[in-house]
């Protein structure tokens, strides 16, 4: 590991230079970020590195796609906890679908290891699960409670409302990452936003990136009194710095194109 002029941590793998990039999860009503999600892209002094899992995971075995997981979220937690805007928020960092598989025993203990010998607070980092298969479920509960014991906080995403609400009951996550094209039956998915603030569990509506999508999250919130959490590009392109306030106008244009009844569905 070595660390570029600005004090980002580098790592190497498979002759790439890998580094971290942020995008905020936001409440919609105010806009605050409550969390950052972290993402691995080639080094670029620009900031404008690529995303590597699509080239690295398709040439790596199981093993060195373990090791370039648990690489990533030690390069994320490192860039995360090194800048003042983390002391208000969580650190989301992704599971790869192919850990739950290959990883066995007290996988979780590891990553919490490794955190403590840097000396970086496990307990603001939430560890997002990939969406699995209704058969895969079992798998995902064992890996869940594994990081669960160690301290660690989890989040799931899910492919669909009905989906969601099965996770709500069955693995009591932090939070549940929900695709926001799947916003189709507003009485559904605020009955599950009801459930879940009850239980103090987080539904994140992430892959905004339309005006139209906008309008669907502002009815949404317009129909239940609990907070809507929102991640995408109308807020946040990822970048290596973390960003209290967003960054992109495209928000601004699309409120200010909303309030005048400018924009297509």
């Known amino acids: 590991m070595s660390f570029d002029a600005d004090g980002r941590a580098l790592g190497r793998f498979v002759n790439s230079t890998l580094t971290s990039s942020f995008q905020a999860i936001r409440a919609l009503d105010d806009g605050r970020a409550l969390g950052y999600e972290g993402f691995a892209r080639s080094y670029s002094a620009t900031d404008q590195g690529l995303s590597i899992w699509n080239l690295l995971d398709r040439t790596v075995t199981d093993l060195e796609s373990t090791e370039l997981d648990r690489l990533v979220r030690m390069l994320h937690a490192i860039n995360f906890f090194r800048q003042p805007a983390a002391q208000s928020a969580d650190l989301f960092v992704s599971v ?29 980092v939430v560890l997002q699960m990939p969406a699995v298969t209704q058969d ?11 990081y669960c014991s160690n301290g660690f906080r989890i989040a799931v995403n899910a492919n669909s409302v009905q989906e969601a609400q099965i996770l709500l009951d069955h693995v009591r996550p932090e939070a549940i990452k929900l695709d926001v094209r799947q916003i189709i039956d507003f009485p559904a998915t605020a009955t599950l936003l009801a459930e879940a603030a ?12 339309t005006a139209s999508q906008l309008l669907a999250l ?5 129909e239940s009194v609990h907070t809507i959490h929102v991640q995408g590009f109308l807020w946040d392109l990822p970048h290596a710095l973390l960003s209290p306030v967003a960054r992109s106008g495209t928000l601004v244009r699309a409120t200010e194109a909303s309030a005048q009844g400018k924009i297509a569905a």
Do not use: D, Y
């Not at 990553?111 to 970086?120: A, D, P, Q």
């Not at 895969?136 to 594994?146: D, G, K, M, S």
């Not at 502002?218 to 317009?222: H, S, V």
């Open 218 to 222: 502002q009815a949404l919130g317009g």
């Open 96 to 124: 790869h679908a192919r850990l739950l598989a290959t990883v066995p025993g007290n996988h979780g203990n590891t990553f919490r290891r490794i955190l403590e010998s840097l000396e970086l607070p496990h307990e603001r």
């Open 198 to 209: 009850a239980r103090n569990i987080q539904i994140i509506f992430k892959r905004a990136e």
């Open 136 to 146: 895969q479920n079992w798998i995902l509960n064992v890996v869940a409670e594994n």
